[in-house]
């Protein structure tokens, strides 16, 4: 293994271990967000650009958006504002 491998290794480690000690559900969806591109400079760094593409647009993009209109859902019914459907 490269020095590069051993780096990309241990940043995506100490991103998993951000995710899991934010408390806070916005926080965590942002630093998900920062996970995602962890993971896919770590599948490039390990020459897999098919699997970095994927991980960019679905764990840099998508699942935050959609963990993040949960959230934001859930918010507002907790509060006694149901959302309008269009």
């Known amino acids: 293994m490269t020095v590069l491998q051993v780096a990309a ?29 962890l993971l896919t400079a770590l599948f490039v760094v390990f020459q897999a650009p098919d699997v970095a593409l994927s991980m960019l647009v679905v764990g840099t993009i998508a699942l935050p958006v959609v963990i993040l209109s949960a959230v934001v859902r859930i918010r507002d019914e907790e509060r006694g504002r149901p959302r309008r459907r269009k």
């Open 9 to 37: 290794l241990v940043l995506v480690g100490a991103g998993a271990l951000a995710v899991v000690l934010a408390r806070d559900p916005l926080r965590q969806v942002i630093v998900n967000g920062a996970y995602g591109l």
